[in-house]
């Protein structure tokens, strides 16, 4: 009896063993466009069989369209495979950047321009501004056979006090684009706790020379200190 008990004890030992696993390994991601391209196939294929039970398609059909789908989903990953997305251009004269500070009541007055770009090709294309002089770009006496004058009015939350801009082009959306990095004050957009201040900017670089309907989008980075 007593051998029962302890054979019964060390069984009941080994069931409440706690169980060890292996420790996870991380498996290869795949890349977004592998993976559409997985998900496509998939729903073609089903498309294939259900095709097959109505016997609408017969399989040299679907053989073709398949075919066909393939070489147009491979042509559309080839662009993102064989070229970077960006690539830098030269900024030949960075203009001193333009700022002033715009209280949350007076918002209304400065959307006009809000995050606008301007390629301009002649002094006739330059803005009308009604807060900053143009003189700067008149004195330039830029040479716009060769290059064109790129601005950009931006209204940013808090006191921005340092600029840095950049200038290239995005190949797969086939778009130029301005990067602009600002330093703003910490928490300089506060006045008792509540969203108050904010400067609006007008950037402007020259660049070489592009369309006047070139496409053209701006990304903007904040850093705080």
Known sequence: MIKCKVRFF??????????????????????????????????????????????????????????????????????EDR?????????????????MPVKLSEL????????????VNSIDELPEDKYFSTEDFVRANINFSE????????LILGDIVTYQYGWCYNNWEERY???TIY???????????EIENFTYLRSAILVRR??????CSISMDIYEH
């Open 10 to 79: 060390r069984m009941a030992q080994l069931r409440l063993r706690p169980i060890v696993r292996a420790p996870d390994v991380p498996q290869p991601q795949r890349s977004p466009r592998i993976l559409l391209l997985s998900i496509r196939t998939a729903i073609f294929n089903e498309f294939c069989r259900y095709c097959c039970k109505q016997q609408q398609l017969t399989m040299k059909q679907i053989l073709n369209i398949f075919i066909l789908l393939t070489i147009a989903l491979l042509t559309s990953c080839n662009k």
């Open 147 to 154: 290059y064109s004058l790129v601005i950009v009015y931006q």
């Open 108 to 119: 209304k007055d400065f959307t006009e321009y809000k995050d606008k770009t301007f390629i």
């Open 177 to 179: 684009q301005f990067n």
């Open 183 to 193: 330093d703003r004050i910490k928490d300089s957009e506060y006045v008792d706790g």
């Open 83 to 99: 070229e970077p997305k960006y690539t830098p251009l030269t900024i030949h004269r960075q203009f001193n950047t333009q700022t």
């Open 210 to 215: 592009i369309p006047s309907d070139a496409q």
